[in-house]
């Protein structure tokens, strides 16, 4: 087959789920589609390599209007877990600060916020004058967080005072707020809090030598008697059951992630295979590299037929967390297998971030751990089908 007769795939959409799109939603895709094009992807590998964010371009992202597409725009979560792929699939970092400040940080007031808060705070967060983190990991708590949150709330008069640490929190560093989850010594419930970065006793610190998500700003955070008033504790988050609420979607999103980090893998590995030269001809004719490439596109093709189908589900109200559990775990795993194909076709150069290529293999690794790890969302799977917890 000629090259000029493959062109229709080169898009990675080979079973056209885009047209699942009503015209005005697939315009909008394509509106910030090309937005990333044009102002992320000259800089990404850039600012990849210093470990630095792009925070000049976070005024550029207001003015796209893009925060809470679903609750304040009346968008499909179609929609909205395609715009998450078609970002990751031009940088993870960047689709990290998105995902962060809208899914985690704004969805936690959305979902949780009493209406006097959100009159309060989201004007601001939607147009994004402020940004926010999700807090929730600790050094010494990840999987079981939700038994073994550290941090800790005490209420004294009309404020509440919050002390513990934090880790791996993006964007930390530069954020107006963090939503800190806090266990409440009274009654052991961990509850949510939404902190200025301003706030005396409040440290951030980056956490260097990391290989994955270089550009977002992951923290260290320390909170050493941080008095926030009880108007910014959240109304509606007085238990891990509900921050529950807000991490099934989320999960949900991580799922959308995969999916443009496949695609991205896809762009590359395929681009290269075209270009690349061996024993007189293109890489791209011979037979194991078109199988690897296959792979490669079957992996995302699968993993965003079941994205597509959770966002249908979403949209009708019938997902519970271990669909968004099961979901997350099958498509970080697709990913993982999809990105180290991609490493494998561009060979020695796909060890170099000059070809993307080990941007993207090293950013998936953080994609298949955070929002869950692949074996606490199996287990969650294994949980629904079977009736009997494997852990705790």
Known sequence: MSETRALPYVDGDFFFFESLLPAGELARLNEIRDWMEANVRPISRDYWNRSEFPKHLIPEVAKLDMISPVRRQGHSHLLAGMVTAAIHRVDASFGTFFSGH????????????????????????????KTGVFAITEPLAGSDVAGGTQTTAERRGYSWVLNGQKRWIGNSTFSDYVIVWAKDVAD????????????????????ENRIALRAVQNADIVLKDVAVPHFNKLAGANSFRDTNKVLKTTRATVGWQAVGMQLAAFDVARKYAVERHQFGKPIASFQLIQEQLVTMLSNAQASMGMMVRLAQMEDAGTTRNEHSALAKAFVTKSMRETVALGRSILGGNGVSV??????????????????????INTLVAGRAITGIAAFV
């Open 354 to 375: 000059d070809y993307e290529m080990a941007k993207i293999f090293c950013d998936a690794e953080a994609i298949y751990t955070y929002e869950g790890t692949y074996e």
């Open 188 to 207: 052991g419930q961990v509850k949510g809090f939404l902190v200025e970065t301003t706030t005396p006793g409040f440290k951030a610190t980056l956490i």
């Open 102 to 129: 809208d899914g985690l940080f704004t969805g936690s007031i959305e979902l949780l916020g009493s209406e006097e808060q959100k009159a309060a705070w989201l004007p601001d967060i939607y147009a994004l004058r």
